[in-house]
């Protein structure tokens, strides 16, 4: 009895093994379907984008509204980060990170680090970081990941025309996101209400 239960435990975790095998597979090819922009002019890119909106992530938990980033590029090629937001206490939240090209062909993909350890920023603790849509003024971005649990619409202004912002959720949609896990960023000079992006269109 002993070992037909071993048995029978046996087969079922090689099935369990090869069911999580398989939805691993699947993940990842659903996953590829999330497409990068061919290029990015990084110097254009550089300077200060208003957070419009964004899946919520637990290291942004503290920010209530006017989150913005800001990328410089630095000697060496790697670009400096720096995001702050305003907390419900009303101070700013600040964090600093590093940036650089996940590969030097595509410049559309980056790998961003906010973990500094001996002086230095450590890439091994990075996260991708794909420009997904782009306007070709550089006026507003699309922000996304490959397994697509993160994304962010950033735009130069704190407010974007409903054109446009229509614009951005069918180009969202397009990539595979449900644009209404994406939660509006309230910004001063924008819009206030915190809401899903799917419903921002009136």
Same mark, same amino acid.
């Given at each position: 009895? *002993?070992?037909?239960?071993?048995?029978?435990?046996?087969?079922?975790?090689?099935?369990?093994?090869?069911?999580?095998?398989?939805?691993?597979?699947?993940? +990842?090819?659903?996953?590829?379907?999330?497409?990068?922009?061919?290029?990015?002019?990084?110097?254009? %890119? =550089?300077?200060?984008?208003?957070?419009?909106?964004?899946?919520?992530?637990?290291? =942004?938990?503290?920010? $209530?509204?006017?989150?913005?980033?800001? %990328? /410089?590029? *630095?000697?060496?090629?790697? @670009?400096? $980060?720096?995001? /702050?937001? /305003?907390?419900?206490?009303?101070?700013?939240?600040?964090?600093?990170?590093?940036? &650089?090209?996940?590969?030097?062909? #595509?410049?559309?993909?980056?790998?961003?680090?906010?973990?500094?350890?001996?002086?230095?920023?450590?890439?091994?603790?990075?996260?991708?970081?794909?420009? @997904?849509?782009?306007?070709?003024? %550089? =006026?507003?971005?699309? +922000?996304?990941?490959?397994?697509?649990?993160?994304?962010?619409?950033?735009? &130069?202004?704190?407010? *974007?025309?409903?054109?446009?912002?229509? #614009?951005?959720?069918? &180009?969202?949609?397009? =990539?595979?996101?449900?644009?209404? #896990?994406?939660?509006?960023?309230?910004?001063?000079?924008?819009?206030?209400?915190?809401?899903?992006?799917?419903?921002?269109?009136?």
């Amino acid at each position: 009895m *002993l070992v037909q239960v071993k048995s029978m435990m046996g087969r079922a975790s090689a099935l369990v093994a090869s069911i999580a095998l398989m939805s691993v597979c699947a993940g +990842v090819a659903h996953a590829s379907d999330v497409k990068a922009v061919e290029k990015v002019d990084l110097e254009r %890119y =550089q300077g200060k984008w208003h957070e419009i909106a964004a899946i919520p992530q637990f290291f =942004q938990r503290k920010c $209530v509204r006017d989150t913005v980033a800001e %990328y /410089t590029k *630095l000697e060496g090629g790697d @670009i400096r $980060v720096e995001n /702050t937001c /305003t907390r419900a206490d009303s101070g700013r939240e600040r964090a600093e990170g590093r940036a &650089r090209l996940y590969d030097s062909a #595509e410049t559309s993909k980056l790998t961003v680090t906010f973990l500094e350890l001996f002086g230095a920023y450590r890439y091994w603790a990075g996260g991708d970081y794909w420009v @997904i849509e782009l306007d070709p003024n %550089y =006026q507003w971005v699309v +922000v996304g990941h490959p397994t697509r649990k993160y994304g962010w619409v950033l735009s &130069r202004n704190p407010a *974007l025309a409903l054109p446009t912002l229509a #614009e951005i959720i069918g &180009r969202i949609k397009a =990539q595979g996101y449900d644009a209404c #896990e994406f939660l509006i960023t309230p910004q001063t000079g924008g819009l206030t209400i915190k809401r899903p992006l799917c419903n921002a269109i009136p």
